[in-house]
């Protein structure tokens, strides 16, 4: 059994800085993958940013330049530093782990964090 635990989410101000971490525990052999998405209220989940085990990043474009995800391979954890928030960013925030264990592929995610941008 895998557990993906986040935290750091809260309530800013506009422009204002948070930082997201997330740590993944339990039955896990090979990440490749961690990453955010988020979602918000009558929305679809989607990408925010992922890191591969290799270090390289994907962001959406409404974050890119902003945002910046960071990875600890040797403790299965991820954070997301997010600058310059703005009023659209405000969502729940899932952590997602992919993994593999010989050739069965495994998506594991976090229970979220509420992250509220208030002007």
């Given at each position: 059994?895998?557990?993906?635990?986040?935290s750091?989410?809260?309530?800013?101000h506009?422009?204002?800085?948070?930082?997201?971490?997330?740590?993944?525990?339990?039955s896990?052999?090979?990440?490749?993958?961690?990453?955010?998405?988020?979602?918000?209220?009558?929305?679809?989940?989607?990408?925010?940013?992922?890191?591969?085990?290799g270090?390289?990043?994907?962001?959406?474009?409404?974050?890119r330049?902003?945002?910046t995800?960071s990875?600890?391979?040797?403790?299965?954890?991820?954070?997301?530093?997010?600058?310059?928030?703005?009023?659209?960013?405000?969502?729940?925030?899932?952590?997602?782990?992919?993994h593999?264990?010989?050739?069965?592929?495994?998506?594991?995610?976090?229970?979220?964090?509420?992250?509220?941008?208030?002007?």
């Amino acid at each position: 059994q895998v557990q993906v635990v986040e935290s750091g989410g809260g309530l800013v101000h506009i422009g204002g800085s948070l930082r997201l971490s997330c740590a993944a525990s339990g039955s896990i052999f090979a990440i490749y993958e961690m990453g955010w998405y988020r979602q918000a209220p009558g929305m679809q989940r989607e990408l925010v940013a992922v890191i591969n085990s290799g270090g390289l990043a994907r962001y959406a474009d409404s974050v890119r330049g902003r945002f910046t995800i960071s990875r600890v391979n040797a403790k299965n954890m991820a954070t997301l530093q997010m600058d310059s928030l703005k009023p659209d960013d405000t969502a729940v925030y899932f952590c997602n782990v992919k993994h593999r264990l010989g050739e069965n592929e495994y998506s594991d995610w976090g229970q979220g964090t509420q992250v509220t941008v208030s002007s």
